[in-house]
């Protein structure tokens, strides 16, 4: 029987530390609850990544995408973090992957400040997300509890 798929989907920059962490805190624990977790950063090296993570000098723009893509495609449900970390840049990259998603009917789950009200009342965005909750714990033991084929 194959294992549930949680995809990881948010800012990826290396000048905003909390963007890099919160991935590395949540899969261990999603992992252990008997996902399969796919992060857009596993095989990158964040030392190599330049312009703040936009770029992998060792990967072209159509090999991030089409393994992003492929990635997003073969999940059970995608944990997004839709905060940018007061790190000033959009979260093109996740938009996309949210708006994947949604085509292909595969839920979202967002975790979001409350006062965020352009990822809470952005009609596109509002839209994608499946279930919001205000802190990564809270949308980890959802996943848990929701996708888990243990619950």
């Known amino acids: 029987m194959s294992r549930p798929v949680v995809y990881l989907a948010g800012l990826i920059s290396t000048d905003v530390p909390e963007s890099l962490r919160w991935r590395i805190e949540a899969e261990p624990l ?12 596993r095989g ?3 030392a190599r990544l330049l312009r ?4 992998d000098p060792c990967l072209t723009a159509k090999d991030v995408l089409a393994r992003d893509y492929q990635d997003v495609a ?8 839709l905060e940018t970390f007061e790190g ?18 595969i839920p979202v789950v967002g975790m979001v400040d409350r006062e965020n009200v ?3 009342d952005h009609p596109f965005v509002n839209e994608f997300v499946s279930h919001y ?14 996708y888990s084929k243990r619950s």
Do not use: C
């Not at 999603?30 to 950063?41: I, K, Q, R």
């Not at 073969?74 to 973090?81: E, K």
């Not at 990564?136 to 848990?144: K, L, M, Y």
């Open 118 to 120: 352009y990822m809470l």
């Open 52 to 55: 703040g993570g936009l770029v």
């Open 44 to 46: 990158k090296d964040p």
């Open 88 to 105: 000033g840049r959009p979260l093109l990259g996740t938009i996309a992957e949210l708006a994947w998603a949604w085509q292909l009917r």
């Open 133 to 146: 909750f205000n802190d990564e714990d809270s949308a980890v033991d959802f996943i848990i509890e929701y």
């Open 30 to 41: 999603l992992t252990e609850a008997g996902f399969e977790v796919l992060s857009p950063m």
């Open 74 to 81: 073969r999940s059970t449900v995608i944990l997004a973090h």
